[in-house]
């Protein structure tokens, strides 16, 4: 009894909508491989692709706490026992959602072996644990996209509210810079009241954003990929963010931003022949600083 998953990576905010947008997308993401063992209780016997990062003891590791809990919840924790083994496909502390989906494939996994007693919307409490196991506060920006897929808005945290939006048929470039941003770290950065001023900006985007999707207008979609409140603090945890802003749209981005809570930044391109030119450009210019950087283009 085994079943192998795959939960995509994640960019989290989509510019504008700090902490209630997100969306998934085709590559990177993580596998996890769960296998039942007679003996109950929840083990991980192997970690690849995080350089030694993750804790294999099962109360600290992200994977194996959440599944824990969905099997406490089950009353079943007494009862089942599975092995999981996690392997990543992307770099830990980037700002793709990697401990997102690392625990969504791992929740996931746990449901199918258990025959889906709950829906994907069932398993998002338990990956929001997860994620506060992470980096200390249980958002859904990720987890929700990394489990229902394509773009997702958390239209209230509580009571729980998610949203299905329909994705933009556009291609998006990521690149992560290789520079050190803790999420715990930048979220303490974020002021906590906002000027008035700024919150009607804001939701005027929000607003202009989630209206572009519906609309499929690509020009308003991009016209509304702006924050004022989040993104002038963070923008300088990122190597010269600005030039690369305007190195993005000269290469044809729709838009771009900070994918999460960074370091990765991510731009909106119409065709996968852009998305790949913008990841060059910001690559290239990375280099010229001096820094190293990984590229990825995927559908939505
Ligand atoms: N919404 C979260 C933040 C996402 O921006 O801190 C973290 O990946």
């Not at 099962?58 to 089942?80: D, I, K, P, W, Y």
């Not at 572009?212 to 603090?233: A, C, K, T, Y």
Request: overall charge negative; aromatic content about 4%.
């Amino acid at each position: 009894d085994s079943v192998r998953v795959f939960a995509p990576a994640t960019v989290a905010n989509v510019v504008c909508g700090f902490d209630i947008l997100g969306f998934a997308v085709e590559r990177p993401g993580d596998e996890v491989l769960m296998t039942r063992r007679p003996a109950p209780g929840v083990r991980i016997t192997r970690i690849s692709g995080d350089e030694g990062r993750l804790p294999l003891a099962a109360e600290r590791n992200t994977v194996s706490a959440s599944v824990q809990m969905l099997l406490r919840h089950l009353g079943r924790e007494q009862e089942v026992g599975v092995d999981i083994e996690l392997h990543k496909h992307m770099p830990i502390g980037s700002g793709l959602g990697s401990s997102a989906a690392s625990t969504v494939a791992g929740l996931w996994a746990i449901n199918e072996l258990l025959g889906r007693p709950l829906t994907a919307l069932e398993l998002l409490p338990f990956a929001m644990q997860g994620e506060e196991l992470a980096c200390g506060a249980g958002h859904a920006d990720n987890v929700a996209p990394a489990l229902l897929g394509g773009m997702v808005l958390i239209r209230s945290y509580a009571p729980l509210d998610v949203v299905r939006l329909p994705a933009p048929a556009l291609h998006c470039a990521i690149v992560y810079p290789h520079v050190e941003v803790p999420t715990r770290d930048a979220r303490q950065l974020i002021r906590q009241t906002v000027p008035l001023k700024d919150a009607v900006t804001q939701w005027g985007n929000v607003a202009g954003l989630v209206s572009g999707l519906f609309l499929n207008d690509v020009g308003l979609i991009g016209r509304s990929m702006q924050d004022v409140l989040v993104e002038p603090v963070r923008a300088m945890l990122i190597p010269d963010f600005y030039r690369l802003r305007e190195l993005a749209l000269q290469a044809g981005a729709i838009g771009f931003g900070i994918s999460g809570s960074g370091p990765s930044v991510f731009a909106f391109a119409p065709d996968e022949a852009t998305a790949a030119a913008i990841t060059e450009q910001l690559r290239r210019h990375l280099s010229g600083l001096g820094v190293g950087s990984q590229g990825y283009v995927s559908a939505i």
